[in-house]
Each structure stands twice: as C-alpha cells, then as structure tokens.
C-alpha cells in the first residue's frame, strides 16, 4: 500500500522533480516523499516532446544535474541523450521507486490548523479521485501546458491540402522526406527543426514575422573533453559547470550593458557563418538582446542548410492558406506539402492545479513570489522555475537545497507552518519574467507577480541566488513561522 499521508508531495517528475527528490532524500532522509506524474513515464519536457532534432538550449553542464556529472561528450545534446540521463539519475538513486504515475494533481487544499495539505488526485489508471496529505508541497510541473501548444488561427487553413503539426503534437507519422516544408516561427524550435528536417526535406523554409537573435555555440565542449580525460569526473564537471556558468553570466551582463555592441557582435557571427549565402536582415531584431531569449545553434548547423540551400528564411507576414501553400503578404506565395505551426508554447501555472488556503481561492495573479520559490499567502508550498537567461537547472538546484534547509529549520525549531507575508509598502509589483516574446506576454497576468526588492525580486542571477538560497538567513521580516 502506498502512504497517503507524506511530509513532502512532489508533482512533476521531469528534470526538477528528479532533482527535488534527490536533494530531499539526501539532506533529509527522515521525510517520507512520493512524486505524482501525471503521464506514464517519468521525464517531463523530454519525453513528452518527439519532434526531429529536439535538443537542449542550455549546454548540459549547467542544465545537468549538481550532483550527477554529465560524461556525454556532447555539451549541446539531443532530446534522448538527456532523457536517458535523467532516467539513470531516477534508476541510481531509487527515485524511480517513489513516482506515482498516470496520477494528475488537480486541487489542493491547506489547512492552518491541521497545518497539511489535501490533495485531490486524478487517478488516471483507476479512473478515480483519490485524496493525499502532506505537510509540504513541492510543485515542478513547470510552466508549459502540455495538453496543447499555441496556434494562432489564420485564415484559409482548412483550404490547404496538405499538413499542418504543431511541434508539441508530433506523431510518427508526419511524413517529411522530400517534401517541401514551411515551418512557422524564429524561436527556439523553429531553429532546431529547420536544420533537421532540412537533411531530408525537398527544401525548409523558415518563415518570421520577426528576427530573432541566433549565435553559434560549439556542440561540443573542448575544454570540458580535455578535463574529463584527465581529471576524475566529479572535479572536471564541477570545473567546467562553474566555467559556463561565469561565461553565461558575462555574456548576458555584457548584452544588457552594452546593448549595440553585443548586437553587432552576434549580426557579425551571423554574417561570417551565412558567407553571404541570405539577407542578414533575417536575423536582425529591432529590440535589444535578451529582451526575449537569444537561440542557439550547435556548430551553426542551421547557418550550414541555408548557406548549402537547404533551407531559407523568411521575414514577412501570412495572408492566408491556400490549397498548395501560404500567400504572404508581399504576395509571394509559399508551395508547402507540410506546415510546422512553431508558434509557440502555452503557460499554464502549477500545471493548472487549484489551490484554496483555509477554504479561499488562491488566485496566482493576485500573489507575489518569494525569492522565486514561494508564493505571499500560500504556507508550506515551494515551486521550481528554472532562469529565463541560463539553464533552468541551476536554479531548480538551489531552489531544493534551499526547501531542504527550511524543512530543516522548521523542525530545529518546532515550527509547523512557513508563509511568506507581503508587510512592506513600499515593494512595487513587477511582471514575474521580464521578457517581450509572445508567449510569455499571452500568460503573464495570469502568473504571480514579483516585487520592486529584496526578498520578492527575481534576480535570474545565479551568483546572486547562491547566496541567499544557501546562506541568507531563513527567518526574515517577509517570513512568517508557525508550531
């Protein structure tokens, strides 16, 4: 029989959720755990998306594991190198034996004075509701909806005859081979398909209404290689995690600080790997670096297809389907016998479970997170989201290390209940992630807020975080303990 009654409920058991359950039974054996999945395998975002070529846009020795070294030579890795990485992470520490699948966190209730959480479940498997407590939920379902990706309604699309897939919906059976292949979108998918799909596709056509920021990043890691083989494991990792970390950091720092010289610098990247081979236009935003996230592309794989005529880019506006094809607005037409809608992906917090304290209704939008991690007025309740500007690992790392270091606290001292309180004034509510793309500003209302200071500011700066999630002390003004 499985315990119905935990101190830790963990929802999600992709790359955080993985990561949370070691943290937590590491630092603090003694806590009973079980992680919910609501699909029937473990591994979030890289088993659930199968479109070609999906890769990560972190280099994998910040997107890895702390505590797990990366051996893969490949810094830049494909989808199922990573999804075997975290299921050997679940496998080596009997992770795998805690997650609970096919079982979907729906609705969770706090009560201050039992100081638990209730927690509806949708038993998927037994096509029932079961109900769980804990004394701490830890949500890392992320912040993608995963039951559908955003696409935009255009007109004449149910006159065009061949295909149109949306990336999050891709089967087995979407037929590319010596096709020709429109993809729709500039973003992180787009530039990983167009490459892909490109060695067997007739012609890919990668069509923007707007540029996006693409730098060449090397797919592998040359200084990394060179300490594996002569360095244990364990030191070589740690040597060259904290080296892309710094480097990340520099990078992001220098574009926000000297905005026009990083934007000739990276156009100038694009123009030596194109050889003129396109209109560099095409990957010339009007906003600022890192106004929306900068893409990468390993060892300029999508540079080579489109400078080998592969693939093409471009930047213009649909007017409409037609039955071969898309017009534009331009009046070029498009001929497609398969449409790649990379439009984007939908937001949807907690993964869309409802949450009520003492009978009333949280509503997200109405709340404000603390150091990232907790949300003002909800007790006994952690989230992981990873940094908009580096990998999302590195912060779901120190946002478990610091969850285990509260759970800690709060026994040393006989407390029960930890909520975060909004006392000061003067902290002004800012949107939760700083950032002009699309899709986070279709959602962001509907997400907590972040403030103007300290504790309530989002830093997305891994140094910065370090130390207050490891050494900052817990009990502060924001803070509200309870027995």
């Given at each position: 029989m499985?315990?119905?009654d935990?101190?830790?409920l ?5 790359l955080s959720?993985?990561g949370a359950?070691y ?15 609501g ?11 199968r ?14 594991y702390s505590f ?7 810094a830049?890795?494909?989808?199922p ?7 050997e ?10 997650i609970?699948?096919?079982q979907?966190?729906v609705?969770?209730?706090?009560s201050?004075k039992?100081?638990r959480w209730?927690?509806e479940?949708r ?5 029932e509701?079961?109900r769980?407590t804990?004394?701490?939920l ?15 309604e ?11 897939v949306?990336?999050q919906?891709?089967?087995p ?12 979108g500039?973003?992180?998918t ?9 060695k ?13 920021y ?18 244990p494991a364990?030191?070589a990792?740690?040597?060259a ?6 480097l990340?950091?520099a990078?992001?720092a ?7 010289q ?12 194109l ?5 560099v236009?095409?990957f010339t935003?009007?906003?600022?670096p ?7 592309v ?7 297809a489109?400078?080998?005529g592969?693939a093409?880019v471009v ?5 409409s ?33 409802e949450l ?6 949280v509503e997200?939008?109405?709340t404000?997170?603390?150091k ?6 909800v007790?006994?309740?952690?989230l ?23 759970l ?6 006989g407390y029960?209940?930890?909520?975060p309180r ?5 902290v002004?509510?800012m ?8 899709y986070i ?8 807020r ?25 009990k ?8």
């Amino acid at each position: 029989m499985q315990p119905s009654d935990l101190d830790v409920l963990i929802v999600g058991a992709g790359l955080s959720g993985i990561g949370a359950a070691y943290h937590l039974q590491t630092k603090c054996p003694d806590k009973t755990y079980a992680i919910l999945e609501g699909r029937e395998r473990l591994g979030g975002t890289w088993d659930f998306f199968r479109y070609p070529g999906i890769r990560s846009d972190s280099d994998m020795y910040t997107l890895g594991y702390s505590f797990r070294p990366w051996t893969n030579p490949k810094a830049i890795a494909d989808g199922p190198a990573i999804l075997a990485y975290v299921r050997e992470t679940a496998e080596a520490y009997g992770i795998d034996r805690k997650i609970r699948y096919r079982q979907r966190a729906v609705r969770a209730s706090w009560s201050s004075k039992d100081a638990r959480w209730t927690v509806e479940v949708r038993d998927d498997a037994a096509g029932e509701t079961v109900r769980l407590t804990c004394k701490f939920l830890f949500m890392c379902a992320g912040y993608y909806d995963y039951d559908a990706g955003y696409t935009p309604e255009l007109a004449g699309m149910d006159r065009f005859r061949g295909r149109i897939v949306h990336p999050q919906k891709w089967t087995p059976d979407v037929a590319y081979e010596g096709k020709r292949v429109v993809v729709i979108g500039s973003g992180a998918t787009a530039v990983t398909l167009v490459p892909e799909l490109a060695k067997r596709a007739a012609h890919v056509t990668m069509l923007q209404r707007s540029p996006t920021y693409v730098i060449t990043v090397p797919e592998r890691d040359a200084i990394a290689n060179w300490m594996r083989a002569r360095l244990p494991a364990g030191v070589a990792y740690s040597v060259a995690r904290w080296k892309n970390v710094g480097l990340a950091m520099a990078f992001y720092a220098y574009c926000r600080r000297f905005p026009d010289q990083a934007k000739r610098l990276m156009i100038g990247g694009v123009k030596k790997a194109l050889r003129g081979a396109s209109a560099v236009e095409n990957f010339t935003p009007s906003y600022a670096p890192w106004d929306q996230r900068v893409c990468m592309v390993p060892d300029g794989d999508l540079f080579d297809a489109i400078r080998e005529g592969r693939a093409s880019v471009v930047t213009d506006h649909i007017a409409s389907f037609t039955e071969t094809g898309i017009r534009l607005r331009s009046g070029e037409e498009l001929a497609a016998d398969l449409v790649v809608m990379a439009t984007g992906l939908q937001l949807k917090f907690l993964g869309g479970l409802e949450l009520e304290v003492d009978g009333a209704r949280v509503e997200p939008s109405k709340t404000m997170t603390y150091k990232g991690i907790m949300c003002s007025d909800v007790p006994n309740m952690a989230l992981a989201i990873g940094y908009t500007n580096a990998s999302w690992t590195l912060k779901c790392d120190l946002t478990s290390e610091y969850v285990c270091r509260l759970l800690l606290y709060m026994d040393a001292h006989g407390y029960r209940q930890c909520c975060p309180r909004r006392t000061d004034p003067t902290v002004k509510e800012m949107p939760i992630i700083d950032f002009s793309s699309s899709y986070i500003q279709r959602a962001i209302d509907r997400f907590p807020r972040q403030g103007s200071a300290t504790p309530w500011k989002l830093y997305q700066n891994y140094a910065i975080d370090r130390f207050l999630l490891r050494h900052a002390p817990l009990k502060d003004r924001a803070m509200e303990f309870r027995a």
